[in-house]
């Protein structure tokens, strides 16, 4: 099993542009999750989902889209980029027990100049 | 508001020595979970151990402990002789019934440095 992977590692975007980060899991989980890190403050949660075609968001969802059409896969849209958005973005799963540890991707690092 | 805290930015000892990582939590619910997790300078995040909040039982897994108390609602981490590859960010994370399918709450993180 791959677990949870990530693309791409590393990114560098200028403001205003778009990209989408992709995060796949071969766990069969339900649960899947973005999380975003800054210095300081820990990892924020930017959107949910608990299953395919639901979604939900967390606490720092603005300028961030997603969807999850699919069990596996859960991108994270960024549709205009900008400076405040720099930060390195990990992609986690877990079952549906919300006592379950999450599982994390290897994060992607994202820069926006 | 942040519902868990961890007040040491960064702990610096030398090889050996004890370390312990302080968490303190905040939640309603009676029903909770709490987590830590270790980030080493490669990036990833590596789960280390869960506790629920009906089991008050300390914990020893080789030269890490963990001491749970509802009391003061602290899930302090110690590392027991510690050494350079324990070097890392720690996280302290709590997960509540209430709060939805196990939307993890982290606290802001210690970094441990662990000198020669």
């Known amino acids: 099993n791959a677990g949870v992977t990530q693309t791409p590692k590393f990114q560098v975007l200028k403001t205003g542009q778009s990209m989408t980060l992709q995060c796949a899991q071969d766990?069969?989980?339900?649960?899947m999750s973005w999380y975003r890190q800054d210095p300081g403050m820990g990892l924020r949660l930017i959107h949910y989902?608990?299953?395919?075609?639901?979604?939900d968001q967390g606490e720092v969802p603005n300028g961030y889209n997603v969807s999850r059409s699919t069990t596996e896969d859960f991108p994270l849209r960024l549709l205009s980029a900008a400076p405040s958005q720099t930060s390195v973005y990990f992609c986690?799963?877990?079952?549906?027990?919300?006592?379950?540890?999450?599982?994390f991707g290897p994060g992607t690092r994202l820069t926006v100049t | 508001a942040q519902k868990v805290t961890q007040a040491q930015t960064e702990i610096s000892v030398v090889e050996k020595e004890d370390v312990t990582l302080d968490c303190v939590y905040e939640t309603r619910d009676t029903t909770y979970y709490l987590f830590w997790y270790k980030q080493p300078p490669s990036g990833e995040l590596v789960f280390l151990i869960r506790r629920n909040s009906f089991d008050e039982q300390n914990e020893i897994s080789g030269r890490y402990s963990w001491n749970f108390q509802k009391s003061t609602s602290s899930f302090n981490f110690t590392i027991t002789a510690s050494q350079v590859v324990d070097s890392a960010v720690y996280f302290c994370?709590?997960?509540?019934?209430?709060?939805?399918?196990?939307?993890?709450?982290f606290g802001a993180g210690t970094q441990v440095v662990v000198t020669p």
């Open positions: 986690a799963s877990s079952s549906d027990k919300f006592w379950d540890e999450q599982y």
């Open positions: 989902s608990v299953g395919a075609g639901i979604t």
């Open positions: 994370a709590l997960s509540e019934e209430t709060d939805s399918w196990g939307k993890l709450q």
């Open positions: 766990m069969n989980h339900e649960y």
